[in-house]
């Protein structure tokens, strides 16, 4: 069994930055992946559905995630998903061609691997076809909402534990019973999971959580390295930052990605409102000042945090 290179903590959903014409902007990538590195983050999860991958082609997925590989190598790992076909040659070629890329696993999306109708048996089954596609690629799995949401039980978590393939699992399911469930079902095992939800994020911890991989790394990703990294040795500063994120994060409602987008430019990057899942013309006045509202009150809480205990 090769053993987990997955650190524990922070991976962020990466956005994809566009140009005016609609094509991937690597000038505004780079300084976005320099961005989460900058704010202490333990690795990188490119190609995700925050990346737009649906409305990506094959190569511009396979050349998205070789340049985050690239533009990080060294300092924080990456990892990538991209899995977005129905039929077994679909996904064998993107999980080949983005392992090709270097990054330390590929992602599977869950819902990718059986309809909504068919049982865990037929996920399972066809998982084990498509493991043995792509013998020795370390992988990851993604519980993507898009286009339906498929959790996967305990029992079929431990499936996949047990076969030393799977390293990570980006947990969508929003409910600590379950989590907690899912947690004794890998336990000892390689596979790590991170909690996507961000208001059941301390509470996952405490359970056992590996951290946190979700949409909200995109606006507050320094709160959640500190949270992840230091909420035994600090109680006081980790409620209140839950309090604060768990709050935060209906900001995910609003007009994502593009209102990510817009904090990243006022946090000064290079980047635009441009998107291919959304219409950034729709983001409108309101939406912007909940935004700026929700930016001001971050300093409130960085401030009160000073007050309590050391910054990280």
């Known amino acids: 069994m090769i053993a987990n290179s997955i650190p524990s903590g922070v991976w962020p959903?990466?956005?994809?930055?566009?140009?005016?014409?609609?094509?991937?902007?690597?000038?505004?990538?780079?300084?976005?992946?320099?961005?989460?590195?900058?704010?202490?983050?333990?690795?990188?999860?490119?190609?995700?559905?925050?990346?737009?991958?649906?409305y990506l082609s094959l190569e511009e997925r396979v050349k998205l995630a070789r340049f985050v590989q690239n533009q990080a190598a060294g300092r924080v790992p990456v990892i990538a998903s991209g899995h977005i076909s129905d039929g077994p040659e679909g996904q064998a070629e993107e999980i080949g061609r983005i392992a090709d890329t270097g990054v330390a696993a590929v992602v599977l999306v869950s819902n990718r691997l059986a309809k909504q109708s068919e049982s865990d048996d037929v996920w399972m089954e066809r998982t084990q076809r498509l493991l043995e596609r792509v013998p020795g690629v370390p992988l990851g799995i993604y519980e993507c909402p898009y286009p339906y949401k498929r959790l996967l039980s305990p029992q079929t978590l431990r499936w996949c534990a047990e076969t030393g393939r799977f390293w990570f699992l980006k947990d969508t399911c929003c409910s600590l019973p379950q989590l907690a469930a899912k947690l004794e079902a890998v336990k000892g095992s390689p596979l790590q999971i991170f909690n996507a939800n961000s208001a059941t994020l301390l509470a996952s911890l405490k359970l056992g959580a590996a951290g946190f991989s979700g949409v909200m790394a995109n606006f507050h990703p320094d709160l959640y390295v500190r949270l992840t990294a230091r909420w035994q040795e600090e109680p006081e500063a980790a409620e209140a930052i839950q309090a604060f994120i768990g709050a935060a994060s209906l900001i995910e409602l609003q007009q994502y990605p593009v209102n990510a987008k817009y904090h990243l430019g006022r946090k000064g990057l290079d980047i635009g409102l441009h998107c291919r899942s959304k219409d950034a013309a729709v983001f409108g006045g309101n939406h912007r000042l909940e935004v700026e509202q929700l930016d001001e009150l971050y300093v409130l809480v960085k401030r009160y945090l000073q007050t309590v205990s050391q910054p990280c």
Do not use: K, N, P, R
């Open 13 to 54: 959903t990466m956005i994809t930055s566009f140009t005016d014409s609609l094509e991937v902007d690597y000038h505004a990538l780079e300084q976005l992946v320099e961005w989460y590195i900058g704010q202490g983050v333990q690795g990188l999860f490119a190609v995700c559905q925050s990346s737009e991958m649906f």
